[in-house]
């Protein structure tokens, strides 16, 4: 989810440069305390796996965090290298003393509502495990509505050559990598006004073993395709462009706000710019017969659907919910 660099202002840098900037209450064993001998190994004398994290999850609930145990094992799961069901296999297992410090610090910042992605450095999307940080938003379930969509309309389309798709603000290239595996004739150009964000997508991209597949190309929308000849001739453009409005943006939650790419959640005053934009350019880039697809927000389907009705090239136009019945999809099939 990218957007034109006009977004960028006093409001996002001066969030980008303060975000870690409080996180300096750190989270420590209180060696003082009497109970935490209980939580100790009787022979290394070191905290146990279930004595740390019952410390985390302890403190993650004082600091008002949604999920404090499931978050405290994951963490812990990461830095040990294993699955949560393993923390229960061996509970009184010693942790030695830098993985101990390195969760603590974990845990101070998922106090502070670093998202547990960030981390990790780890998000699952789709069954695919996908490197995130700070630069590109963690991909959602809900997105992988449209990526099952893209599948599932590809999968009767009758191509003797390649089917051509075009990834509107590719982020950490979940989308674009997903289909590149699922779609065996797919040719993707993955699409980002961020070159930060391309470059965690070619990292996922090499990791997946897709790269020979994408393209990604840095600028706005699709004036960096000029280049590679595709008008008319592309059968799928998919887009989970940002669609927070700038006054819902103060009121996301903390993890969301204070953390995650402002770039690649607000879209103008009312959260529809980027969909404007796509679908003004669109008609020069679809194939006849091809799809457009878009992730929306929750109450923006019929208004974006009304947009790719007025301009009279889509004969055949959809949605789809999401898990809360939200019309989360917009499916458009241009005109023959």
Not at 31 to 36: F, K, L, S
Request: hydrophobic fraction near 40%; proline fraction near 5%; glycine fraction near 6%.
């Amino acid at each position: 989810m990218k957007m034109p660099s006009e977004v960028f202002g006093a409001n996002a840098s001066q969030r980008d440069s303060e975000q870690h900037r409080n996180c300096r209450a750190a989270f420590s064993i209180p060696h003082d305390d009497p109970t935490i001998a209980s939580l100790k190994n009787e022979s290394s004398g070191k905290l146990t796996v279930s004595g740390l994290i019952r410390l985390a999850s302890r403190e993650l609930d004082a600091r008002k965090i949604d999920t404090p145990l499931l978050d405290a094992e994951v963490i812990l799961a990461h830095l040990l290298g294993c699955r949560r069901i393993d923390l229960y296999l061996h509970p009184d297992k010693p942790v030695e003393t830098d993985v101990s410090t390195a969760y603590q610090n974990a845990i101070r910042r998922r106090g502070h509502n670093v998202p547990v992605s960030y981390i990790t450095r780890h998000a699952e999307f789709m069954s695919l495990d996908f490197y995130v940080d700070e630069r590109v938003l963690i991909p959602r379930p809900e997105t992988e509505l449209l990526v099952e969509a893209v599948i599932e309309k590809s999968q009767n389309m009758s191509c003797k050559d390649e089917i051509i798709l075009v990834d509107i603000g590719a982020g950490s290239g979940a989308i674009a990598i997903t289909l590149a595996k699922k779609i065996d004739k797919a040719r993707i150009f993955a699409v980002d006004i961020s070159a930060d964000a391309l470059s965690v997508a070619r990292m996922n991209a090499g990791r997946h073993g897709v790269l020979h597949k994408i393209t990604f190309v840095c600028g706005d929308t699709f004036e960096p395709l000029t280049a590679y000849g595709l008008e008319s001739k592309v059968h799928f453009i998919v887009s989970n462009p940002p669609y927070v409005s700038s006054g819902e943006f103060r009121h996301l939650p903390k993890e969301v706000r204070d953390y995650e790419p402002y770039v690649a959640l607000v879209s103008g005053p009312d959260g529809l710019r980027m969909f404007k934009r796509i679908i003004t350019h669109v008609k020069a880039w679809l194939r006849p017969s091809g799809f457009l697809l878009f992730e929306v927000g929750e109450k923006q389907a019929q208004t974006v659907l009304q947009f790719l009705e007025d301009t009279g090239w889509f004969n055949k136009t959809a949605f789809i919910k999401d898990y809360q019945n939200i019309n989360r999809i917009v499916v458009a099939q241009r005109e023959k």
